[in-house]
């Protein structure tokens, strides 16, 4: 069974840095031949309706990038078809952006912030941000 496998999360003080990566477990399969993306699901996403999974960023399978504007100019999400992994690099962060982040990866670059459309999802990794 395809999984994809999401790592480098933690804790770190607001300001600081954290790289996470999606690669993938089980049956040979390539990332480069999806879309993928990262969402986030906050704490707190129970009180905040449609907070449920938050888009973040995306990269389609060319390389053509899109970031939500609260993250623009902190993240960086990228992919290295050679060694079949996604990232996002994160900085600057503040404590909202404490969450559990998710990659998904897509056949369809159009219907990015419907969940149902990605064809794999990995388990997701906390990422806790101090002030």
């Known amino acids: 069974q395809v999984h994809l496998v999401e790592s480098g999360g933690g804790l770190v003080q607001a300001g600081g840095s954290l790289r996470l990566s999606c690669t993938t477990s089980g049956p040979i399969f390539s990332l480069s031949d999806y879309h993928m993306a990262w969402f986030r699901q906050a704490p707190d996403y129970r009180q905040a309706p449609g907070k449920e999974r938050e888009f973040v960023a995306r990269i389609s399978r060319t390389g053509l990038i899109h970031h939500t504007d609260s993250v623009q100019g902190r993240f960086t999400i990228s992919r290295d078809n050679a060694k079949n992994a996604v990232y996002l690099q994160m900085n600057s962060l503040k404590p909202e952006d404490t969450a559990v982040y998710y990659c998904?990866?897509?056949?369809?670059?159009?219907?990015?912030?419907?969940?149902?459309?990605?064809?794999?999802w990995g388990q997701g990794i906390q990422v806790t941000v101090s002030s």
């Open positions: 998904g990866a897509a056949s369809s670059w159009g219907t990015y912030l419907d969940l149902g459309a990605y064809d794999y």
